[in-house]
């Protein structure tokens, strides 16, 4: 199957020394696709369902299991690689990181790679790896994992590496105030759907982004950037509605409007 990062290349993050994937075992989960699977699941759902009944979460099980079947695949591809001294996936639950197992031994490089059960970044102690990824997962996930573990907000910390799944703008200007520098920011497209993958190290600078910023990144260098740019400003007609008239983002966000017309 594809996926955000199997699109991107990888050395773009500089990745470097040991590892560790976060969320599906290092899975970038095609969002979209779990979307859409979990939507028929609800269809299928409700035919078997009584009106006024709650859906049983056995038989949703059954059928959005499917949409979960590529959990390690990123570990995998690292351990397989050889290129990394440890390689370590991650997940909160014992189920995913069972799957990426069996990923693992497919690729034989379970001897590569170690999976520990937690949450967040507390299976890692400071200065054990040198590259996280988080991916799969919304923003906030993504920027409360990072908080939980104050060690990675420390010059000279890992490289972390994100595709979040979903809030792309909101996860740039978090991580601007909080002290770290985009050193990577490219727009990725898998299964019809804009992805964006983030490189970024904390040096401390604190800056306050202009909405374009947030939205758009560093993604207008890549060759792909005209197209995540015009998927992110279909969005903001409908971002403009909750935003008071005068107000400088209602501004910011009219002038990008225009420019697009």
């Excluded at 379970?110 to 970044?121: H, I, M, S, T, V």
Aim: some cysteine.
């Amino acid at each position: 199957e594809d996926s955000a990062l199997a699109r991107f290349n990888v050395n773009t993050c500089e990745i470097s020394g040991a590892f560790i994937c976060m969320a599906g075992a290092g899975t970038i989960v095609f969002h979209y696709g779990i979307q859409k699977a979990k939507r028929k699941s609800l269809r299928s759902m409700k035919s078997f369902e009584k009106p006024g009944e709650e859906w049983n979460p056995k038989k949703m099980k059954k059928y959005v299991k499917h949409a979960y079947f590529v959990h390690g695949k990123l570990t995998a591809v690292l351990a397989a690689s050889g290129r990394y001294p440890k390689v370590i996936g991650a997940d909160l639950r014992p189920g995913p990181l069972a799957k990426a197992r069996q990923t693992l031994e497919n690729a034989g490089c379970l001897d590569r790679a170690e999976l520990r059960l937690g949450d967040g970044l507390s299976v890692l102690s400071a200065g054990e790896v040198g590259s996280i990824v988080l991916a799969g997962v919304s923003a906030q996930t993504t920027w409360e994992i990072i908080e939980k573990a104050p060690w990675v907000s420390a010059v000279g910390g890992p490289r972390l590496v994100m595709v979040p799944a979903t809030r792309h703008s909101e996860l740039r200007r978090w991580l601007w105030q909080h002290g770290f520098a985009l050193v990577a920011d490219r727009p990725v497209q898998a299964a019809g759907r804009w992805y964006a993958v983030m490189a970024a190290e904390y040096t401390g600078e604190v800056i306050e982004p202009t909405f374009t910023q947030c939205l758009l990144g560093d993604t207008a260098r890549w060759p792909e950037g005209a197209g995540y740019a015009a998927w992110q400003r279909a969005k903001l007609p409908r971002m403009r509605l909750g935003v008071p008239d005068g107000s400088p983002l209602a501004a910011e966000m009219d002038a990008i409007l225009k420019e697009g017309n």
